[in-house]
């Protein structure tokens, strides 16, 4: 009952936008084969740019398909890819992270110098790379930007696990004679998986933003598959003459990447100690002097 307590609580610290925002993509990717009003990719030539109306309520792009259900399907096409990413890349690089942070040694030496490696070069040139490597398509896409993006979380689990690691309480179970898959398993792994999870919210939304720049240039998503970034290049031709078809999809990709960014910054926010207010300090002297005098 206390942790229900203590979560509703943590809920009740975060922004409310970045909820709100998160929690309709989540809701449109989820429910996005049974909420959108059409086909996202049903033509209709003869409605091609066609304005707000009662059949198309965000109206159509170039080729009369509608927006507001391509921009609702789009929704799940980022969440599975986005998922898909941070699975991959929170498994690999925590089991590294963890190895090192367990090992230590010269084993930690290796794991953490190729972390480095990864670390040194930037994400999305990462991802070009191997894009250009293996060619275009939606795995590949998949396994590039995981590729990118292990490294980070190697290197806060290596952090994590070291300060538990450092823990009496990991020191007392040796001494009882706990083995090491048990202390792994059962002690060090959970706590590591829990702190990188609180950083992997903030960069959700830099994987769904690297998604939509590599559909945006041609090199993932591809089309007929609707998908924001795709839908950015395809109306890039049109600006001037229809610009809502540019504007909607930017505008609700900013939403997303603001959301989770703000979610993120919140969490990490919350787990830190704040410093106790003289009120309450005053309180807690009171009642400890009582106690004392009980004592007595």
């Not at 009369?64 to 599975?80: C, F, K, N, Q």
């Not at 490597?133 to 806060?156: C, D, E, K, Q, V």
């Not at 830190?272 to 007595?296: D, E, F, G, K």
Request: aromatic share 8%.
């Amino acid at each position: 009952m206390r942790i229900l307590q203590d979560f509703a609580r943590s809920l009740r610290q975060l922004p409310r936008v970045s909820m709100v925002a998160v929690g309709v993509f989540v809701t449109l990717g989820v429910l996005a084969p049974y909420i959108a009003p059409h086909d996202p990719n049903a033509q209709d030539l003869l409605a091609a740019h066609a304005g707000i109306s009662w059949e198309h309520w965000l109206g159509a792009d170039h080729l009369g398909r509608d927006t507001l259900s391509r921009l609702i399907v789009s929704a799940r096409t980022s969440l599975v890819g986005m998922c898909l990413v941070l699975l991959i890349a929170l498994s690999v690089g925590i089991t590294i992270g963890t190895i090192a942070g367990y090992k230590r040694g010269w084993v930690e030496e290796v794991l953490m110098r190729i972390v480095d490696v990864g670390l040194a070069m930037p994400s999305l040139i990462v991802a070009l790379a191997v894009i250009g490597i293996f060619g275009t398509g939606y795995w590949n896409m998949i396994f590039a930007l995981a590729l990118a993006w292990w490294p980070g979380s190697a290197r806060i689990s290596r952090a994590v696990a070291v300060g538990v690691m450092n823990r009496p309480h990991i020191e007392t179970l040796r001494v009882l004679g706990a083995s090491p898959l048990r202390v792994y398993f059962h002690h060090l792994l959970p706590t590591t998986i829990g702190a990188v999870l609180v950083y992997a919210t903030a960069d959700a939304g830099a994987v769904a933003l690297s998604i939509a720049t590599l559909s945006f240039l041609g090199l993932g998503i591809q089309p007929p598959t609707p998908e924001w970034g795709q839908m950015l290049v395809d109306a890039l031709p049109y600006l001037e003459t229809v610009p809502m078809q540019v504007i909607l999809p930017g505008l609700v990709l900013t939403a997303v990447v603001i959301g989770f960014n703000l979610l993120g910054e919140s969490i990490a926010l919350n787990r830190v100690p704040t410093p106790l207010s003289r009120r309450i300090l005053a309180s807690r002297r009171m009642l400890a002097s009582n106690w004392t005098r009980a004592q007595q």
